[in-house]
């Protein structure tokens, strides 16, 4: 019983950490970090999960995708990898690029553009 209670304290904790969110910036920061700055708002692991802010590199902050948070991601709905460009060269080859454009071509084939 007093495992489970101490996993439970030390996992609030964890998700309770304060972390520093630059205005903008795409990641967060450990208030010793030397990029962060006066103009810097305070936030938790949890509000950087859901802002999709990824760690600094620097200052190597506590992971939340270590902590189970849900990272946010910028690709298309049901788009998980990338894929071979579904178009064809001038030659009548298919393209070799990869894209993860939700409808299959590159940047060079996209009938959107």
Do not use: W
């Amino acid at each position: 019983m007093r495992y489970i209670l101490f996993l439970l304290f030390f996992s609030l904790s964890l998700s309770a950490q304060k972390v520093y969110k630059t205005p903008s910036g795409a990641k967060y920061h450990l208030g010793s970090c030397r990029m962060v700055e006066n103009v810097s708002s305070e936030i938790t692991l949890k509000e950087a999960a859901e802002l999709g802010l990824e760690p600094c590199k620097i200052c190597k902050p506590q992971n939340y995708t270590a902590l189970g948070f849900v990272q946010s991601t910028n690709t298309a709905q049901g788009q998980k990898e990338t894929t071979q460009c579904k178009g064809t060269t001038k030659k009548g080859t298919r393209c070799k690029h990869m894209t993860s454009i939700a409808n299959g071509y590159c940047f060079q084939h996209n009938p959107d553009k």
